[in-house]
């Protein structure tokens, strides 16, 4: 059988790896696909540059939309990024009838289900396991390995830039920005990181996973995003000593009045596998009725470890093309018209456990003050730790750990605590998950 013919979008870093992986392992790549998969078309904008990387293998062009009018192209690999011309060709290549692999987790969060319906529309499949944590398997694990189950929560280290912040922020005690400038010299981070840094990437993810796991459609902005450019050195130190560890959680979770969606900085307990996972490296928790809890650990980004990811779909589509659409595994794990429009909490509801950073002055009654308001507002307290006053010193900081609570009802008594004349700066709190 002639090899399936394939046309490139992008040759930037994801790119060329994967031109460089398809051709390095092709043989090994066809025996598995039971066909040969040949990128013969490749459009970027810089055409000396894509020349040089992959010389006469294949027709280099600047415009994709001569990839989308040739005939013999059965499926385009979208590897621009962005909601511009990604979106508009993405569009243009289903209409034209061409099966799309992408990475481009941004494009589907956001704009994933005007594609997928028009992908049903015509009969072409959407594959993306690229777009949420690079190299890890995830969409295929959690759209077909654990399609037997309940899928209760997900909770994932899925921004490889963040991750790194984090552990070098609690390895070498530096703050945000000297930790983020580290990120950018080593490449981690972008020049802007904004998207990394804010939580919008790994909102973008948790939004495709949430769908998956739930059969809902993709709803990005429901989703609650928080980054960690507030996070102060002095809470991952706390943290430490309490038992914890802090890291940026995509997080998901099945509720009864509806689903929780949110990206925000998590204290997890130490001794959690998860927790352990340092510098730009991935993992993703799946807790699920069945099969129990399950990890899901590697790289989330660069070249090859996404490419491994991007070429897993073209052997899925390849071996699919043939197959009766109404036969194939559904975009969204779930048959398009089983999706429930179930809610998304906004984040008032969602409930989670907190840990708590007042800055208070060191005198009698203070802390009374402060476990009377949390016991009025509901709120349970697990564990407090006041730090041991300097001679002379007349304030101190007070950590509180409490129990799990609505978010509602943690705002109402964070402001009754912040106006208490004795708490003396802005209370820091952070969300906790045990993850057990
Ligand atoms: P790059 O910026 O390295 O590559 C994008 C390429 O697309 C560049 O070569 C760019 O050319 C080219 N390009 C821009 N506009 C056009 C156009 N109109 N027509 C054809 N080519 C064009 O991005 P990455 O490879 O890092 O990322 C690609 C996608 O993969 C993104 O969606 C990203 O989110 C996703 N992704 C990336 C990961 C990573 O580790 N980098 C990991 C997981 C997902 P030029 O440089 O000349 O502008
Ligand atoms: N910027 C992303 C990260 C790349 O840092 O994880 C992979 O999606």
Known sequence: MEPIQVGLFGIGTVGNGTFQVLARNQEEIRRRAGRGIEITMVA??????????????AKVVSDAREIIANPDIDIVVELIGGYGIARALVMEAIA????????????????????FAAARDKGVMVAFEAAVAGGIPIIKALREGLTANRIEWIAGIINGTTNFILSEMRDKGLDF?????????????????????????????????????FGIPVQFDKAHVEGITGLQAVDIRYAEQLGYRIKLLGITRRRAAGIELRVHPTLVPAKRLIANVEGAMNAVMVQADAVGTTLYYGKGAGSEPTASAVIADLVDITRLQTADPSSRVPHLAFQPDELHATAVLPISEVITAFYLRLQVADEKGVLANITRILADCDISIDAVLQRESAEGECQTDLIILTHETAEGSMRGAL???????TVLAPIVSIRKEELA
Do not use: C, W
């Not at 970027?44 to 293998?57: F, I, T």
């Not at 034209?96 to 594609?115: C, D, F, Q, R």
């Not at 804010?198 to 949430?210: F, I, Q, R, Y």
């Not at 402001?415 to 004349?421: I, T």
């Open 44 to 57: 970027d904008l810089d055409v000396e540059r894509a020349k040089a990387l992959v010389g006469d293998r």
């Open 96 to 115: 034209a009838g061409k099966h799309v692999v992408t990475a481009n987790k941004a494009l589907l969060a956001v704009h994933g289900g005007e594609i």
């Open 177 to 213: 920005a000297e930790a983020l400038q580290d990120a950018q010299r080593l490449g981690y981070a972008e020049a802007d990181p904004t998207f990394d840094i804010e939580g919008v990437d790994a909102a973008h993810k948790a939004t495709l996973m949430s769908a998956i796991a």
């Open 415 to 421: 402001a009754s605590m912040q106006a208490l004349p």
